[in-house]
């Protein structure tokens, strides 16, 4: 019989529910979960770094109490930081009102969040969004919605059934996702994938005016490249791509599932170009830390390309996942956390460009890739967690910071001062 009473809530371990306590194992230390965690969950991500029970803004604590400065947010989702008051109060208030209804109903919330999101894309008359579960079906849907800009040859016309992305790109890993994303090792244990997909290379308009013509269905672009070490397009690769692809009657689809939702210090990072897409994905961010995504579908004429049936989802849309979207972009906008992302993202970028062992610097707002001399980032993660702090390296030799909107100037300052020691330590013990 469980020992109820030796398994009570400590404020390391605390409990959502009482009712929960008997399987939750409030004793159980980090290397107890992990060994648990190898004998149940699926090895697609690796072992866990760290097994984490609480947090509240951008601080979290693991299994064994020790306390962390999340730096990375979820990897930009948690715009808002953990246990945000207003959004907490809002699932829970939601959840205790409306659930979830199918699609064959609506709800005031999912209504309000797409109108607001509309509003915040300045969308023209005609604009529409479907609402998905993460990024990569977002992005899924993006897929099919150039699919449906596809036609056969005829009339003496090739066939429009291209779709390009550029090298470095990750859309997701579901199998539409994949097809757009770059990377080989990812690809190519489940080819074949959905065909007709080119990829470019990153950031060269010529390559993009040699590619584009009336057989391509859609371009997809990251306006900053995230997985590839927060890589930015080139000035004026935006615009370039805009007036190409509305020659040919290509689309083009922005991907800002990370890059979207105040993370660069705009709405939406595509915005200070200009440039107006066809389309654009969202999620992370957008929930607060609940799941969501969404396709944004711009003017009359990409809007109408899909008919009812041709696309679906179960959750998508859920009251509840969309009451925390709209507290969250209600929060951003009353506490001015657009220019407070661009201000502290600035002056991060401005100290990490002075530290030695820093040889780049990459980003807007708080999405922030820096070099390093050497290929020593996956043991910089590692020294950096021992210290408290929680970033991570999506190539050999670079750090990724996303953390929440939220974050102080005096929080970042410690990361900054802990850097150079980060840094050489995670250097010496590189081979």
């Known amino acids: 019989m469980t020992d109820l009473h030796q398994n009570e809530p400590s404020p390391n371990h605390p409990s959502p529910s009482g009712q929960l306590d008997a399987v939750l194992d409030h004793q159980a230390s980090g290397a107890d979960w992990l060994t648990r965690y190898s004998a149940s969950l699926l090895g697609v991500f690796g072992t866990p770094q760290r097994v984490l029970v609480r947090g509240t803004g951008c601080t979290v604590w693991d299994a064994d109490g020790k306390e962390y400065l999340d730096l990375l947010g979820g990897i930009a989702v948690n715009a808002l930081g953990h246990a945000h008051p207003f959004v907490t109060s809002v699932i829970t208030s939601q959840l205790a009102t409306l659930g979830h209804v199918s699609n064959f109903f609506t709800s005031p919330t999912q209504i309000a969040l797409a109108e607001k999101l509309l509003q915040l894309a300045a969308a023209p008359a005609g604009s529409k969004v479907f609402f998905a579960n993460s990024g990569t079906e977002a992005v899924e849907a993006a897929f099919k919605l150039a699919r449906r800009n596809s036609a056969p040859a005829q009339d003496g016309k090739p066939a429009r059934t291209r779709i390009l992305a550029l090298d470095g790109a990750f859309h997701g890993r579901t199998m539409g996702a994949l097809a757009l994303t770059a990377k080989q090792a990812y690809r190519e244990p489940f080819e074949p994938l959905p065909g007709g997909v080119e990829h470019l290379p990153f950031g060269s308009i010529e390559a993009l005016v040699n590619a584009v013509d009336e057989t391509v269905a859609a371009v997809v672009i990251e306006p900053i490249q995230g997985e590839a070490g927060v890589r930015p397009l080139p000035p004026g690769y935006l615009q370039a791509a805009r007036e190409i692809t509305s020659r040919a ?146 190539t050999p030799n670079t750090l990724r910071m996303a953390p929440p909107l939220i974050l102080t100037q005096d929080q970042a300052a410690t990361f900054i001062a802990a850097l150079p020691g980060i840094l050489k330590t995670a250097k010496d013990i590189t081979p």
């Open 249 to 394: 009657g290509a689309l083009l689809i922005l991907d800002e599932v990370q890059t979207g939702i105040g993370r660069t210090g705009s709405w939406f990072a595509h915005q200070p170009s200009g440039v107006v897409p066809d389309a654009m994905t969202l999620a992370k961010g957008l929930g607060g830390g609940f799941p969501i995504g969404a396709l944004v579908t711009f003017g009359d004429t990409v809007s109408s390309l899909f008919a009812p049936g041709q696309h679906g989802t179960t959750f998508g849309g859920n009251p509840v996942a969309t009451a925390a979207a709209l507290a969250t972009l209600h929060t951003i906008e009353t506490t001015g956390l657009l220019s407070h992302a661009h201000d502290v993202g600035a002056w991060l970028r401005d100290r990490l460009a002075a530290v030695d062992q820093v040889t780049e610097v990459r980003g807007e707002g708080l999405l922030i890739g820096f070099d390093l001399e050497g290929d020593y980032a996956a043991a910089a993660v590692t020294e950096a967690l021992q210290q408290g702090f929680i970033v991570n390296s999506p």
